[in-house]
């Protein structure tokens, strides 16, 4: 079995810095499709970056392109998202999850079949 745990949200100014963390821990025995997710208060949830760990790119939403950057750390089995420049309208709780099934990247979340327990993140203005 395979769990996701985020860490690193928390509450910032507009302008502000947050780094996020996913660590990914248990059986993963091929490449797969990990990224982050993020739902505000009454709204659908989105997808705000991802990647396939086999490589071919990265997935940026328009409105966080130029201000977030997502990595992966292979050796720890970790997931980043540096979000700078924050904005009042990133405020939401992010999730990280991974679909183990993927062999392309891709931003469908139905088909991601492993969900982190979300880290909230808060943007004042």
């Known amino acids: 079995q395979v769990h996701l745990v985020e860490s690193g949200g928390g509450s910032v100014q507009a302008g502000g810095s947050l780094t996020l963390s996913c660590v990914a821990s248990?059986?993963?025995?091929?490449?797969?499709?990990i990224g982050w997710f993020r739902q505000a208060p009454g709204k659908e949830r989105e997808a705000v970056a991802a990647?396939?760990?086999?490589?071919?790119?990265?997935y940026y939403a328009a409105s966080v392109r130029g201000r977030f950057t997502i990595s992966r750390d292979a050796a720890k089995n970790t997931l980043y998202l540096q979000m700078n420049n924050l904005k009042p309208e990133d405020t939401a709780m992010y999730y990280c999850a991974a679909d183990l099934l993927a062999i392309v990247l891709h931003i469908d979340d139905s088909d991601y079949n492993v969900w982190g327990q979300g880290t909230q993140v808060t943007v004042s203005s």
């Open positions: 990647l396939y760990t086999g490589g071919g790119g990265t």
């Open positions: 248990g059986d993963i025995s091929s490449d797969y499709s």
